[in-house]
């Protein structure tokens, strides 16, 4: 289960400079209608056709999408976050930390991203039976006083965390690297990215980012 909040747009000041910088190749700022006392983050409607023919004309042209940033947190589980880390550029990233905070709570069924499956109860079980073991060794974790045992403890646990453990990350990055993810991850077998390309079509001008 993928969740994304607390999404940030920059102001509507700055979507009117970028709205300026797009017009540069073109010498044709007395076409601009783009303004900062729009209710809505959005091009005017001149603006927003020569975007839609930059973005058209591929990325090379469509360099305003890179100014256009947005800031957002998302709760993913650990194998999401293994392949979004291949979008390494244009994008940053601060993670809660599960190395220093592995320990400081137990762990529950809301700490991951496990489908329960009627079909197969077993696999429930198996599942149910890896929270316990993890609990477990927190409790003995957290008791312990030998350091190097303590340290064979939580070696243990982070070895035996599954992939479905959902971690907190707060990420920045553009509208062109967010088209990069959509093109490539909207028919992606993992649910959590058919869930993050949902998000991405919620945002203001997501034609831009989609294609549509």
Same mark, same amino acid.
């Given at each position: 289960?993928?969740?994304?909040?607390? /999404? /940030?747009? &920059?102001?509507?000041?700055?979507?009117?400079?970028?709205?300026?910088?797009?017009?540069?190749?073109?010498?044709?700022?007395?076409?601009?209608?783009?303004?900062?006392?729009?209710?809505? !983050?959005? @091009?005017?409607?001149?603006?927003?056709?020569?975007?839609?023919?930059?973005?058209?004309?591929?990325?090379?042209?469509?360099?305003?999408?890179?100014?256009?940033?947005?800031?957002?947190?998302?709760?993913? &589980?650990?194998?999401?976050?293994?392949?979004?880390?291949?979008?390494?550029?244009?994008?940053?990233?601060?993670?809660?930390?599960?190395?220093?905070?592995?320990?400081?709570?137990?762990?529950? !069924?809301?700490?991951?991203?496990?489908?329960?499956?009627?079909?197969?109860?077993? !696999?429930?079980?198996?599942?149910?039976?890896?929270?316990?073991?993890?609990? /477990?060794?927190?409790?003995?974790?957290?008791?312990?006083?030998?350091?190097?045992?303590?340290?064979?403890?939580?070696? @243990?646990?982070?070895?035996?965390?599954?992939?479905?453990?959902?971690?907190?990350?707060?990420?920045?990055?553009?509208?062109?690297?967010?088209?990069?993810?959509?093109?490539?991850?909207?028919?992606?077998?993992?649910?959590?990215?058919?869930? !993050?390309?949902?998000?991405?079509?919620?945002?203001?001008?997501?034609?831009?980012?989609?294609?549509?």
């Amino acid at each position: 289960m993928l969740t994304v909040y607390n /999404v /940030v747009l &920059p102001s509507k000041e700055w979507l009117v400079s970028v709205a300026r910088g797009m017009r540069n190749s073109y010498n044709s700022w007395d076409k601009m209608d783009t303004n900062a006392d729009t209710e809505e !983050f959005i @091009f005017g409607p001149s603006d927003y056709e020569l975007a839609k023919k930059l973005v058209k004309a591929g990325p090379s042209h469509a360099k305003f999408m890179r100014m256009i940033p947005v800031i957002f947190d998302i709760s993913a &589980p650990l194998y999401w976050w293994k392949e979004m880390d291949t979008y390494k550029i244009g994008t940053v990233r601060n993670s809660c930390s599960t190395m220093h905070k592995i320990t400081s709570k137990e762990f529950t !069924f809301e700490d991951f991203s496990y489908p329960f499956n009627n079909y197969y109860p077993h !696999f429930d079980q198996m599942f149910i039976d890896t929270i316990d073991i993890l609990n /477990v060794c927190r409790k003995q974790y957290l008791k312990e006083k030998n350091p190097v045992r303590k340290k064979e403890i939580w070696n @243990f646990l982070i070895a035996y965390l599954p992939s479905s453990y959902n971690q907190i990350s707060t990420m920045t990055m553009n509208y062109q690297v967010l088209s990069t993810i959509y093109q490539q991850r909207k028919n992606h077998k993992l649910t959590e990215w058919h869930q !993050f390309c949902d998000w991405i079509e919620t945002l203001p001008m997501h034609e831009l980012i989609t294609g549509e």
